[in-house]
């Protein structure tokens, strides 16, 4: 590959069991989410990013409130959303509370934005889901003003205009790098291509292999638009532990409890250990050995040609001293492995 792939991490901040089987407290989740991020930074992981939502399951509504605490910590790694849910947000404070991160860490901040996969946060805020489409497209078109660190001269249907208005803080370097969260969507990676903005792809189920079509329509649409190459990074879950059999054992009754509470919620049904088997084998969960996660992200990144892979580590109630033990074997086994087999 041209460059160096970059390797992350990222987290929903799923409300973990204790070691007395006991579910966690929001409170000890949030602060166990800080130690995985300043443990990320420690083996030289790339990127680590922090999902918002606003759920029961779910434990952080307010990723940059968390990742400041990390950036306290560490010296060194990438933070970010995962993904910020523009939709139910206002940009200018969008914008302003990552510029303030974006100080807080030295530059270190970047934003990933989209819809989110869940709606709890229109009612929550006030917005109507039937504005789903146009509240994203107006607002990422006032953000994409905002990130040029100019005075916007800007106007939508959904709130006032801005005349002339200046945003701040700034940031030292004059921007802060943003990408579009896409889940699968012709429309979205044109979307992201039209703004200049990089793309990151959700790959939660499938072969990886089957989004080929979205990265050369992604790579299609910048060069009709004569914008500069852009990079492509990819999402997926997954989990590491000593062995195979190990890893999937250990995933295996959390992550159902997880996908089975979530398809409830959308019609799907339960999931079978025979689905779960086969995402692992042939689909989008990264679960196993280093040695079986390395080779399998080496070949999602040679087949896409992507430039960043982020492991979703977290996956239902699997508890924190495990999820140490997998953030462990990803920054100091599988991402020397990777970079090791992309070399060849």
Excluded: C
């Amino acid at each position: 590959m041209a460059q160096q792939l970059e390797l992350g991490l990222d987290t929903f901040g799923d409300v973990t069991r204790g070691a007395d089987g006991e579910m966690v407290s929001y409170p000890q989740v949030i602060r166990d989410v800080i130690a995985e991020g300043v443990l990320a930074d420690k083996l030289g992981v790339d990127f680590f990013g922090i999902g918002e939502h606003h759920r029961s399951d779910f434990s952080i509504s307010s990723p940059e409130m968390v990742l400041a605490a990390i950036a306290g910590q560490t010296s060194r790694i990438r933070l970010g959303s995962a993904v910020t849910v523009l939709s139910s947000d206002d940009p200018v404070r969008v914008f302003q509370r990552f510029a303030t991160l974006d100080a807080a860490s030295n530059g270190r901040a970047e934003v990933i934005l989209g819809r989110g996969s869940f709606t709890e946060s229109f009612p929550l805020f006030g917005f109507e889901l039937s504005q789903y489409e146009q509240l994203f497209e107006e607002k990422l078109d006032l953000f994409a003003e905002v990130l040029k660190e100019q005075p916007i001269n800007w106007s939508g249907q959904l709130r006032p205009p801005l005349v002339n208005q200046s945003v701040y803080p700034t940031t030292d370097s004059g921007s802060i790098p943003t990408w579009i969260g896409v889940g699968g969507s012709p429309e979205s990676v044109v979307r992201a291509a039209r703004y200049g903005m990089p793309l990151l792809l959700a790959i939660i189920g499938g072969d990886p292999e089957r989004f080929k079509p979205y990265v050369d329509l992604y790579h299609r649409a910048l060069t009709q638009l004569e914008m500069p190459d852009l990079p492509i990074g990819v999402h997926s879950p997954g989990h590491i532990a000593d062995t195979d059999e190990q890893a999937r054992e250990q995933l295996w009754p959390d992550y159902k409890i997880m996908r089975d509470r979530i398809g409830a919620e959308r019609g799907w049904g339960p999931m079978g250990r025979a689905e779960y088997d086969s995402e692992i084998e042939s689909g989008s969960l990264y679960v196993g050995s280093p040695e079986t996660v390395a080779r399998k992200i080496a070949r999602t990144a040679k087949a896409l040609g992507i430039a960043r892979f982020d492991l979703k580590y977290s996956a239902g109630p699997l508890p924190h001293e495990t999820l140490m033990h997998s953030i462990e074997l990803y920054g100091s086994q599988v991402i020397p492995r990777v970079r090791e087999l992309l070399a060849d």
